[in-house]
């Protein structure tokens, strides 16, 4: 099992920055593609930011320019630096890892998502 756990959510005005970070823990052997998806009230969960292990990355159209994902494979953790935030931002921002076993067999965790509120 493997545990994705979010942080660095909260409130911030129009224009504000914040940082999110994810620290996968438990029996792991390879965490590969890393990423961050969000749920905004009455909407379905979209996808905002991925990385692969080697760092290619891949953003929503919505938030190029303004949010940057990285990694630091050595602590299993990925990162998601939110800058020129709009109220569009807000959402519960959750954190999936995608674990490869011993065997090469990938399973997807996700994170128990953290609330990002931007206000107007």
């Known amino acids: 099992q493997v545990q994705p756990v979010e942080s660095g959510g909260g409130l911030v005005q129009a224009g504000g920055s914040l940082r999110l970070s994810c620290a996968a823990s438990?029996?792991?052997?390879?965490?590969?593609?890393m990423g961050w998806y969000r749920q905004a009230p009455g909407k379905q969960r979209e996808l905002v930011a991925t990385i692969t292990l080697g760092g290619r990355t891949n953003y929503a159209d919505s938030v190029k320019g303004r949010f940057t994902i990285s990694r630091d494979n050595a602590k299993n953790t990925v990162y998601l630096q939110m800058n020129s935030l709009k109220p569009d931002d807000t959402a519960v921002y959750y954190c999936?890892?995608?674990?490869?076993?011993?065997?090469?067999?990938?399973?997807?965790?996700w994170g128990q998502g953290t609330q990002v509120t931007v206000s107007s």
């Open positions: 438990g029996s792991i052997f390879i965490i590969n593609d």
């Open positions: 999936k890892v995608q674990h490869l076993t011993t065997r090469g067999v990938p399973f997807d965790y």
